[in-house]
């Protein structure tokens, strides 16, 4: 349930200061603000005891208005109400708020705490306009924004690569396995970068990152362009990145090397019919088993591609890993 107490704040003042300063400002604090301002003139009556009436009902305020004068120096009365206010502000986070309505000394007590000033910071009514801000908590700080998407994104966490490098290198990885086009290019990856509000600069810088980590290569247009033109990713990054996204690479080798030497197929195209994988996965195996040196994989016009040769040792190590 929302507390709909109003908020209260004690004015001390010197009496010859009431008319002027005192009662205009707790005027528009009632009257002007929805804030409880309380004043001697409307709190004190015949028989309250003074010192009772002060302490259980001006000191339970929000926070104290101190309305610096000469006079309010040389007031017993006023000067002991702030040196309340002090304690109370030490022991119990109590907002003081001087405000110098003529001028005068700021005592000891006060002389870190931040003031205004009539004139200086308007008329006793503007100031108390800010003064309700301060108590409603209104501020001026812009609202916080969300962080920029390369840095609250679910990236991979790859050693030596920041939020950017990561979520780009991933953009490039995704892009390269959902198009099956093996070339990549930046232009397709640019409008994810900007998404993220990774800027012109930090997208070259990434990609410079990503090819001198070896990560990605230059396809075509090098990097004393900038930003080249279209890139390639090595075969051991496909297979690094699809098992950092839980792909089941090791199944799908032992899938792919059952149908080579169990079933004996070694077309290129009816083994990417019976693997169940995207193709770029797929390739990037039987390019690291050809790396390997466990099989002899020979490429043709378009996407035709045959095993041509399996070594002993491919075996081996299907029978003993599959």
Request: with cysteine; aromatic share 6%.
């Amino acid at each position: 349930m929302t507390d709909l107490k109003p908020k209260r704040i004690f004015i001390s003042h010197a009496s010859e200061d009431k008319a002027e300063f005192a009662k205009p400002m707790a005027d528009h604090f009632l009257t002007q603000k929805g804030i409880d301002a309380w004043l001697d003139l409307y709190e004190i009556v015949g028989g309250d005891d003074l010192v009772e009436k002060i302490w259980e009902e001006g000191f339970n305020a929000d926070c104290m208005v101190v309305l610096l004068s000469p006079d309010f120096l040389t007031k017993k009365w006023p000067m002991n109400e702030l040196r309340t206010a002090i304690a109370k502000k030490i022991n119990d986070k109590f907002r003081v708020i001087p405000v110098v309505v003529r001028p005068c000394a700021v005592p000891d007590a006060l002389a870190s705490t931040l003031r205004f000033e009539v004139g200086k910071d308007g008329t006793i009514i503007q100031i108390a306009d800010k003064i309700a801000d301060i108590v409603h908590g209104v501020t001026i700080k812009p609202a916080l924004g969300s962080a920029p998407g390369h840095v609250t994104a679910r990236t991979l966490k790859i050693p030596g690569l920041n939020s950017a490098d990561a979520l780009i290198l991933e953009a490039i990885f995704d892009d390269l396995i959902a198009k099956d086009q093996g070339i990549i290019y930046t232009r397709d990856i640019r409008p994810i970068a900007s998404a993220n509000q990774i800027g012109e600069t930090a997208f070259g810088d990434s990609l410079e990152m990503l090819v001198e980590s070896g990560w990605i290569a230059v396809n075509f247009g090098g990097m004393g362009n900038r930003i080249p033109q279209t890139l390639d990713m090595p075969p051991q990054v496909i297979l690094t990145l699809a098992r950092a996204k839980d792909i089941d690479v090791d199944g799908v080798t032992c899938q792919l090397a059952g149908l080579i030497i169990n079933d004996g197929i070694t077309d290129g195209q009816m083994l990417e019919s019976r693997v169940a994988c995207p193709h770029q996965i797929l390739m990037a195996v039987i390019a690291d088993l050809k790396a390997s040196g466990l099989i002899n994989h020979a490429q043709f016009i378009g996407k035709a591609h045959t095993i041509t040769a399996v070594s002993a040792k491919f075996r081996r190590w299907f029978s003993e890993e599959c």
